[in-house]
């Protein structure tokens, strides 16, 4: 494999000693992009067992080491993907400032990378700094999805929409958050492993993977915080019904490899939707039908299915839930204040639901009675399973659940209550 490293050193890159200073570098980001994207060969997927143990044996130094050799390679060659399928959008969506904004973001964060391309892996210091200048990229693009969707209204109120742009767009969009997801995924792995802090609540934790993930557990969680928003604005909420069917061992609790917050963000997303519509439909009711909700682990698929009495929606509908371009929700006032709730205002909260149910080769439905009530569809794998990267398919290598697990050695570190710790992790 062909690695960035050998580009660097061929094709001067700004911020190294051959370079000229990142801060000037408009007329390198095409090469460098270029370079990024054509000189990084992809090799096999990786798994969540491979992202959490990238290194099976040696010291923590070693292993921290072998993932920073890992992802200053491959983390470039992500942000360069994105970078040039962002230049295919139309111009005139280019051109709103959210747009724009959101590209320096990344150009800022790919130059911060490319400038450890040609550091001693076997440095403390240099090892401390990359794992700090994980930390500052996650943040600087904690708005990105916001911003992207400002971006959107924005292009839609000043052009109007059509079809065909609709279309576009919403395979743009896919693919861009799918791909925020896995790079995001990966760079937790590594910088809440190695930033050197540690959180007892979930000693079992290896990043931001559970390898033995209690699936009831979340649905509890993500349906108490729910259920807590709900009684907040309607002062009232439907209870839960749970059923959980496990064919490998009837006694045996719902266990899987997953991460734990992924999973409460859809969740919490389903129930909040679920108890709306239960809650509207029956304002005159004295007693509000339950959320059902059946769980079952099979040999390779761990289903979940929430079932609500909300009325449903009409077949022809279905489909625009999922849909970033026909949300009618009003835009949040201030995308920069970090108390918002998540994605509130946009209506993005059931099309990225479904991206990180795919990002494992798992997948979200929804199945609708109109007249009656709505039913949403979990499917996740029990198996070890790879990432999905539709945008990252050709150049960089996508992450099975076992590297996943594997990507760093295993640790003390814990991310705390799925609820408390998903919108970082997350987002």
Known sequence: MTSCLVISSQYPIPGTETGRDYLNWSNEKPTLVFHCIT???????????????????????????????????ELPVRLANIMKEIDFL?????????????????ETSLMELVGFLE??????????????????????????????????VEY?????????????????????????????????QHSLIFDGSANPAHPKHIGTIDPDCDVTEVVKDAFDSSKML?????????????????ANGPDQPLRIVY????????????????????????????????????????????????????GGVPLRKIERLFSYMYSTAPSPVDIDNSRNAPLA???????????????????????????????????????????????????????????????VLRSSFTTGPYGEQHHAEVY
């Open 156 to 188: 839609k109120d000043a052009f109007g929409s059509d079809p065909v742009t609709n279309q576009n767009v919403q395979y743009f969009l896919d693919r861009f958050y799918m791909s925020r997801i896995s790079t995001r995924m990966i760079m937790n």
């Open 345 to 407: 205002g946009f209506g993005y909260g059931l099309p990225i639901s479904r991206l990180y149910a795919k990002y494992f080769q798992g997948d979200l439905q929804l199945y609708s009675m109109e007249g009656y009530g709505t039913s949403a569809v979990i499917y996740l794998k029990s198996t070890r399973v790879c990432e999905r990267l539709d945008i990252l398919a050709s150049v960089s290598r996508p992450l099975t659940s076992t590297e996943l697990l594997l990507l």
């Open 119 to 152: 550091k001693e892996p076997d440095d403390k210091k240099i090892l401390k700094k990359f794992t700090e200048t994980l930390v500052n990229i996650r943040n600087r693009h904690n708005n990105v999805v916001p911003t992207m969707a400002q971006g959107v």
């Open 259 to 310: 991460v734990p917050s992924h999973l409460y963000h859809m969740l919490f997303e389903l129930f909040k939707n679920a108890m709306r519509a239960t809650v509207e439909t029956h304002e005159m009711a004295l007693h509000l039908p339950p959320v059902k909700v059946r769980v079952s682990l099979g040999s390779e698929d761990l289903t979940i299915k929430i079932s609500d009495r909300g």
């Open 230 to 246: 709900c009684e907040q604005y309607y002062l009232t909420s439907p209870e839960i019904d749970i059923t959980q069917v496990n």
């Open 39 to 73: 000189f990084c060969y992809s090799v096999p997927p990786m798994s969540t067992t491979q992202m959490c143990c990238h290194v099976t044996t040696g010291s923590a130094n070693a292993c921290e080491k072998t993932s920073f050799v890992f992802l200053r390679q």
């Open 90 to 106: 139309p111009d005139k969506l280019l051109s709103t400032p959210s747009l724009q904004l959101l590209q320096s973001w990344y």
